[in-house]
């Protein structure tokens, strides 16, 4: 926070000043914002570095903390970091799609999450075969498409298909 | 005319049917629901589109009790009191009895908010004319407050993320000189980040990414169940508990930070000592089904009254309807009444229609919402994925809004690891724009003199109730940590 404070304040002081400005401008708020953030962070850190003093002047109250904290959070730290697999998903299909047009990328962004979200469990019962999952993420891009582009009629990129067809 | 209250009562149908469909999905809040449909509603009619977004929010608030009820686990966090007498009648075999309770409850509790909901926003909004730009500015003040009773443990991240959100608002062009701010050359910046763009991020997306962590084909078995409404009986025996939760629901809804998840666990609470049947609550009771369902569906009408009148939104819902207002350039609070005020009759008649549908769409829909929730998760959060990314390009044909949307989820994901309520950054996005350009519309009046905001009556009540608020919610926090201390030193002295 400490950083996004400085790096805004900063900013913020390149705002170029005209002669119409008030008297706050438009470099004030924006500074005084940065400045408010940088104390909170400031005040943040004191608050944790407090309370881990406190913890250590109390050996036993840290080591109950810290086992139920690790009982608490381990399962979710080994998958906390999945989101970003997801995000990239949305960053690949931001990508393909003004070349691949709607059809196809959402049939790959689907298609690819699915598989995502399943995970590499081989031999899980329950696991469909890829081309079931091919079969669904088609399916899909042709149900949102004609949701979208034939009964909203709001029109989604259409790609190289255009000038091809 | 006609054709106009067509397209309400259809809104209305689709918002309901919308809003139970993602209620009952575990893990997607009423907010959420409504979130993933504001892409769509950019192309509708102003009045069409926030009657089907404040339709989503009633059908929501019933959707959860459906897997409530059916697999223990609520659909919305409102629904987590009904899960304990909702799924004791389910192991009794009166699973479809307990539905219809739900659905009833919420059904009265609906009407009640709007009956609410009528009375109080049109007398709030007659203070529209008196309002000038210190009075705005006050208001905005007043709006931001309310992060401090929405902070949840701890006040200093609740307000690091209120500045964050204002940070966000000063993206653009400057509201009074026109000069250019963080726009870093980029022209789809010049008119501000589009808090459309923030909400569908920090509450649908964010959502998405915190699920990724759920991996695995399996599915909830699908249950069978046909809703079977309370008969005159029943009707008397629940009566009490609506009421309850409707008064409950009434004060709750209006009050910053209360919504339908306090006020539902506090009607279970008045419900189970005010019954004759206490013995039964834990173990089945209708009353205990009633009391939450009324209160919470009440919530979903009297959240807007804050919201309407003020322009401050009070809970995650009642800000994505906001959101729903601002992309339709719709402003809501005092002067919405004076400028649109077809557009809150049309909602109130939509809330009306919506509730009545909450019954029919209710009884209907059950087969198809069990079918849906039983999916394999991957599918579900794949066909979420797309709808999203389909709705946020479907608002400007935009892919830079994609991407846009795509951070903001990431940054919404960021603030639940370091536990960051998500609600301040909203409320910092959407009332940035009105504090800053009234604040500095305010000082060009007065020539720089910061008095004007003291010489204003509005502005003098308005800043006065927001201080009463943070430093009342100083003192309750400082009171929480104390207390907290004190549970710790015991534990502490136990344990040695």
């Known amino acids: ?165 | 005319m006609v054709a106009d209250l067509l397209a309400i009562v259809a809104a209305a149908f689709g918002g309901v049917a919308w809003g139970i469909l993602g209620g009952a999905l575990p893990g997607i809040s009423p907010s959420i629901t409504m979130a993933l449909l504001l892409p769509f509603t950019y192309g509708l009619d102003s009045t069409v589109a926030i009657v089907m977004l404040a339709s989503t929010y009633v059908g929501a608030e019933y959707g959860g009790s459906i897997p409530a009820i059916l697999i223990r686990t609520p659909g919305t966090n409102a629904a987590a009191a009904t899960v304990i007498d909702g799924y004791a009648m389910k192991q009794q075999g009166r699973a479809g009895e307990a539905l219809g309770i739900s659905l009833y409850s919420g059904f009265i509790g609906g009407l009640f908010g709007l009956v609410v909901l009528v009375l109080l926003t049109e007398r709030l909004s007659t203070l529209a004319l008196a309002f000038t730009p210190p009075a705005y500015f006050a208001l905005g003040i007043l709006g931001l407050s309310v992060i401090a009773a929405l902070s949840g443990e701890s006040l200093v991240k609740g307000f690091t993320a209120g500045v964050l959100g204002l940070m966000v608002a000063s993206i653009g062009t400057d509201p009074v000189t026109g000069t250019n701010r963080f726009t870093f050359d980029q022209p789809e910046l010049l008119s501000g980040i589009p808090p459309i763009l923030v909400m569908v991020g920090v509450y649908a997306i964010a959502e998405l990414f915190a699920q990724s962590a759920d991996i695995g084909w399996s599915s909830s078995p699908p249950e069978r169940a046909r809703i079977t409404m309370p008969g005159p009986t029943m009707w008397r025996r629940i009566a009490l508990p609506q009421a309850i939760g409707s008064v409950i629901g009434t004060i709750e809804g209006v009050v910053p930070g209360g919504g339908g998840t306090v006020s539902s666990f506090l009607a279970y609470n008045e419900a189970r000592r005010w019954s004759r049947h206490r013995e039964e609550f834990g173990h089945g009771s209708p009353e205990g089904i009633a009391a939450p369902e009324a209160a919470n569906n009440t919530v979903a009408c009297t959240a807007l009254i804050p919201m309407l009148s003020l322009g401050i939104p009070s809970s995650n819902s009642a800000a994505v309807l906001l959101g729903g207002f601002l992309v339709h350039g719709l402003i809501p609070g005092p002067m919405l009444f004076v400028q649109h005020g077809e557009v809150v009759r049309g909602l109130y008649v939509g809330l009306l229609i919506a509730n009545i549908a909450m019954l029919i769409v209710g009884y209907l829909i059950m087969s198809p919402c069990i079918w849906v929730v039983s999916r394999p998760r991957p599918y579900l959060t794949a066909f979420i994925y797309a709808l999203v990314i389909s709705g946020v390009y479907s608002i400007e044909g935009s892919l830079f809004h994609v991407g846009v949307a795509l951070a903001f989820g990431v940054v919404g994901y960021a603030m639940r690891m370091w536990n960051l309520p998500v609600l301040p950054i909203v409320l910092g996005v959407v009332l940035g724009f009105m504090v800053e350009s009234n604040y500095r519309r305010a000082l060009v009046l007065s020539g720089g003199d910061h008095r004007i905001f003291l010489q204003d009556r509005i502005s003098v009540v308005l800043l006065g109730v927001a201080t009463v608020f943070v430093i009342g919610s100083l003192i309750r926090h400082a009171k929480e940590r104390r207390g907290r201390r004190d549970d710790r030193g015991v534990a502490r002295q136990q344990h040695t």
Do not use: C
């Open chain 1, 1 to 165: 926070m400490l950083a996004i404070a400085s790096a805004y304040y900063l900013l913020g002081t390149n705002i170029p000043q005209s002669a119409l400005d008030d008297a706050v401008g438009p470099r004030g708020l924006p500074r005084a914002y940065a400045v408010v953030l940088a104390a909170l962070a400031i005040l943040t850190i004191a608050r944790a570095l407090l309370s881990r003093a406190r913890a250590a002047a109390s050996p036993s109250s840290k080591h109950d903390e810290d086992k139920s904290g690790a009982d608490l959070y381990a399962p979710r730290k080994r998958t906390r970091w999945r989101f970003i697999g997801l995000a990239l998903i949305g960053i690949a299909y931001l990508a393909v799609v003004p070349w691949l047009g709607y059809l196809v990328s959402m049939a790959l962004l689907i298609a690819g999450t699915a598989w995502y979200q399943g995970g590499s469990i081989a031999g899980a019962p329950d696991k469909p075969r890829p081309s079931g999952i091919l079969l669904v993420a088609a399916s899909g891009a042709v149900v949102l498409w004609l949701l979208f582009v034939a009964l909203l009629g709001i029109p989604q990129p259409s790609g190289v298909w255009s000038q091809i067809f």
